[in-house]
């Protein structure tokens, strides 16, 4: 009888460690980053709000992230390989389920284009912008209409590796518009640009493109399913106990 209790006591022991999505022992998530500040820099205080974020919701479930930076199109290439587990802020689109499985949203971007500021510049429709020659960077998706504007070849669309390139070629009068999300525009004039270059470049409220940013996970990791349900469980960790809105609430202030 005792043994059969023992026996019983093990089998629930065993079920329980099965079931549980905690992580039981140490475990450590590798994160493929870019520079994009304010989301994203070695330069910023915990890696940037994104990756704090990131840090927190897995330390939440116990498990350990370890930060490798590269330039964007390059760390894309290396989840996808399985060279690097993770990497943060990117929009789910049906093109990439086929390398990654997506979390759920970290938070979400506004796109819009930023000009010159002697450009005459308003659009309603994307067809408005057939004259203007646009820079875009990297692998980076800017929404639908953009993507198949792209493809039909009727549009003057440039890609460079980074958004800094673009930012200047903007300020230099070598393309026109540069679609990229509010804060990193601010930040990226902010920080590169003198205060009479920062006065040459505006934005326009219109958005080309919201949607959510995620955490794309190599299906190639041996942990790739446990690696959502972690990140998952922990971002609504910190968004019950408030951690969530308190780390937010400074890009919240930006974008109102």
């Known amino acids: 009888m005792r043994q059969a209790k023992l026996s019983l006591n093990v089998l629930f022991l065993l079920l329980l460690v099965l079931t549980v999505p905690r992580v039981a022992v140490a475990q450590i998530i590798k994160v493929a980053g870019e520079q994009w500040a304010p989301f994203s820099s070695t330069e910023l205080p915990n890696l940037g709000l994104m990756n704090h974020l990131i840090q927190e919701a897995f330390a939440t479930q116990g498990v350990e992230v370890e930060f490798g930076f590269f330039p964007t199109s390059r760390s894309l290439e290396l989840v996808k390989a399985g060279e690097w587990d993770i990497s943060g802020g990117w929009t789910p689109t049906d093109e990439r389920k086929s390398d990654f499985l997506f979390s759920d949203p970290i938070f979400h971007e506004t796109i819009v284009f930023f000009h010159r500021k002697q450009l005459k510049f308003s659009w309603a429709e994307f067809s408005d912008l057939h004259r203007f020659r646009i820079g875009v960077t990297g692998d980076l998706y800017y929404g639908p ?3 198949r504007a792209e493809r039909s070849g009727n549009y003057r669309i440039a890609r460079v590796p980074k958004d800094l390139l673009n930012m200047k070629k903007l300020l230099h009068g ?13 930040e990226a004039l902010e920080k590169n640009f003198t205060k009479q ?15 959510p940013l995620v955490l794309l996970v190599s299906k190639k990791s041996k942990n790739a399913n446990n690696i959502v349900l972690w990140f998952n469980e922990g971002l609504k960790e910190l968004k019950r106990s408030g951690r969530y809105q308190e780390l937010t609430r400074e890009l919240n202030h930006a974008n109102n």
Do not use: C, M, S, W
């Open 174 to 186: 070598r393309i026109d518009l540069f679609p990229i999300t509010i804060e990193a525009g601010l």
């Open 145 to 147: 209409e953009l993507e």
């Open 197 to 211: 270059q920062r006065a040459q470049i505006v934005f326009h409220n219109k958005p080309l493109f919201e949607g």
